[in-house]
């Protein structure tokens, strides 16, 4: 039974981390990822808009499954957004960010659960 456990071990010591982490952390959509326990977030910031793409293992989260908003604070003062259902499983909203910001993303589910992220624009 020990020779097993060692050779389990062993075993177990060659298999890279990553392949043991749940999500995509490559940018499906150009923008800046972030992962919170299971969910990865995607933010893409636009001239004119921001949109936001939520998967849980590797599945999207449908806009008709939940509900998005940004937090955004600037310069202390706080700004709450809502977000509509975009293209391609996204969330789309109408709003513009500057660099230096500080934007929370809120998804809360029909289920009532909710999950979270925080970016710090550069």
Sequence with gaps: M?????ALIA???????????????????GGIVQMSGET????????????????EDDDAVAP?????????????KETDVPMSAGANNGFVAQT?????????VVVKYKNGSKTFTTYTLK
């Design 2 to 6: 020990r020779k097993f456990a060692l």
């Design 11 to 29: 075993m177990l010591a060659l298999v890279p981390a990553a392949s043991f982490a749940h999500g995509n952390m490559k940018p499906q959509h």
């Design 40 to 55: 990865v977030f995607e933010l893409v910031v636009k001239p004119a808009s921001v949109e936001l793409y939520v998967s």
């Design 64 to 76: 008709a499954d939940a509900t998005a908003n940004l937090v955004i604070t600037v310069g202390g």
């Design 96 to 104: 513009t960010l500057s660099k230096g910001a500080s934007v929370g």
